[in-house]
């Protein structure tokens, strides 16, 4: 795995592994008006999933994926999760400037999910609720959409709190999770303080 340096709110990361092949672009302050990045996993719901993400966190989101997803989509899933994790903590650098916290609601139907966020530079994530069908669409196991989020706050160094609130339709939970994950974290990477300050008593996120 190689990491590449940034100086813009960007990441880059290249991972492989004896399972997958990933390579991702991520940049929290794309340009007004670009195109969408190209988003290619080999597991169609995670592209579905990614391009909300990006769409509505305003994220300039590049993926390109390729391994064992015929077999069993979870070796990708989470790989991506962990290459997301590892650009987004790239991009923030020590953080300096940013909100820090974010929370978002998104419903979709009888969907409702909230995400609370800490970029703390401390992992951890709590994931409450049940998706209510175990397999969503062409294979995709329900519980990867906890497994992938994760990942990224593993990460990322993100303090992270999911909550599916209600949610009949388990494609309608899974967009929920990630649309309000993607409104958190836009609102917790924000620049709105002195960007020579760390929002930490501590001087530092870590």
Not at 30 to 57: N, Q, S, Y
Not at 131 to 143: K, N, T, V
Request: net charge negative; proline share 6%; glycine share 10%.
């Amino acid at each position: 795995m190689s990491t590449l340096p940034t100086t813009d709110r960007r990441g880059r990361i290249e991972r492989q592994t004896g399972e997958t092949s990933v390579t991702l672009d991520l940049s929290l302050d794309p340009t007004p008006g670009a195109a969408p990045g190209t988003i290619t996993t080999g597991v169609p719901f995670l592209d579905h999933m990614l391009d909300a993400m990006a769409r509505h966190g305003h994220l300039g989101l590049d993926v390109r994926a390729t391994g064992d997803a015929a077999m069993d989509p979870h070796h990708t899933v989470e790989d991506v999760g962990i290459c997301l994790g590892l650009a987004l903590k790239q991009a923030l650098g020590d953080r300096a400037g940013i909100a820090r916290y974010g929370h978002a609601y998104a419903p979709l139907d009888e969907a409702l999910a909230r995400v609370v966020i800490d970029c703390s530079g401390r992992p951890y994530t709590h994931f409450e609720g049940t998706l209510p069908e175990p397999i969503i669409g062409a294979g995709f196991a329900a519980s990867l959409v906890e497994e992938f989020w994760r990942a990224v706050a593993t990460n990322a160094g993100l303090t992270m709190h999911v909550d599916l609130l209600r949610a009949r339709n388990a494609h309608h939970a899974a967009e929920a999770v990630f649309k309000a994950a993607a409104l958190a974290l836009r609102a917790a990477v924000a620049q709105t303080g002195d960007p020579r300050r760390v929002p930490s008593t501590k001087g530092m996120l870590a």
